[in-house]
């Protein structure tokens, strides 16, 4: 009887090179790595923020550059072009680092409109540059009653909508109010510790992905479609 199993006549093989190791340990940048971390709220008390402000203090006893965005200013999208200048501040931000941190609280079993539209203003592409793709990113969230995972999830899936890179680990830290002080630095707690976990994990995988992110996220179907849109042009041109 006929093995047929390897038979792909769907499959355009020249398109569907076979992993090569050396591409996935190539040796990456020396310089720290660039975290951006934006959080979802704009009190003054600000859980988030505070949540959010210890991340970047663990991220650089780790050894990263850390940005944070203030999303105070930030207009609505669509309320605003993009060339104001709060949107040109984040998409900077955003093309100048190599992993992120989100963080926002759970309002009505959900995120924040603040984060939303933080996310909103992020393009998938600027001209030919995917800005997010193969990017790191590690999600949190904070609660003002028990612990939920709402947030988290939802974050998951716009960090995957937007080609991220996000890390299996994430924080949900409940009842906020009560683990951190006057000053807004976090108490010591397994919440604070669970932090500690996924700023540890977000900068291991930034620094053992970003030699070979572009790799990682190269996709047979869109070297189908790019190999399919450049025959065309070209066969427009002989005619």
Known sequence: MKDNTLELPSLKAEHLPLPRLDELWRP???HPPRILLLYGSLRTRSYSRFATEEAARILQALGAETR???????PQPDGEDEAH??????????????GMVWCSPERHGAMTSVMKSQIDWIPLSIGAVRPTQGK????????GGSQSFNT????RILGRWMRLLTIPNQSSVAKAFAEFDDEGRMK???YYNRIVDVMEELVKFTLLTRGCSAYLTDRYSER???AEALSQRVNQRSI
């Open 224 to 226: 189908v479609e790019s």
């Open 188 to 190: 010591p707690s397994p």
């Open 152 to 155: 988290v999830n939802q974050l």
């Open 136 to 143: 790191t990113l590690a999600v949190m969230q904070v609660c």
């Open 68 to 74: 944070l965005f203030n999303p105070e200013g930030l």
């Open 28 to 30: 990456g940048a020396a």
């Open 85 to 98: 200048p709060k949107v040109q501040e984040l998409r900077e931000l955003v093309q100048w680092c190599e």
